[in-house]
């Protein structure tokens, strides 16, 4: 009887390992199309057309509307940041005005956002020279990461910051450059 059970149990373990097995072998082969659920690249057109016009790097440009609005054209934060890539009205205005763009415009339409908060971000990398520093002002605004970086406890270079005191911040900007990587990675590109 004993070793009756003892086979059950040997054939239970053994099948279950094949299930292991199979189940990792699936996820290794289809690994890459999961990810691309969470990690995809929509509105492809406006994100190539103004990152390649204002030099931005692509994968920045999906890492910031993936953590700014889930590719969500009508999000709207509690701060009352709109669109994919999360602009306030003063932010979208200014650049507007940047690029040379009369009116108001329509925060919520996909082209005008992306090509606002792409150009925001190319003008925050000319003004600090450094893509983490930009980040980090597109996320906690341009004079506090200036106020930062003349403080010798947070920025040892003026240009990077090696300490970030705002805790959502620095999580903004850890999140980015994980998605950035996920989308060089999954893209190969």
Known sequence: MRSDKRTRFGIAVLVFLAFLLLAEALLALFADDILRTHYRKEFSGFVGQYASEYGVPENLVYAVILSESGFRPDAVSGAGAKGLMQMMD??????????????EGNIFDPEQNIRCG????????????????AVAAYNAGIGNVMNWLKDPSLSSDGVHLDAIPFRETETYLKRIKRAEK????????
């Open 182 to 189: 996920a989308y060089k990675i999954l893209y190969r590109s």
């Open 118 to 133: 792409v150009y925001c971000l190319a003008y925050l990398n000319r003004y600090f020279g450094d893509w983490d520093t």
């Open 90 to 103: 003063a932010s979208f205005l200014e650049m507007r005005g940047r690029i040379g763009l009369e009116g």
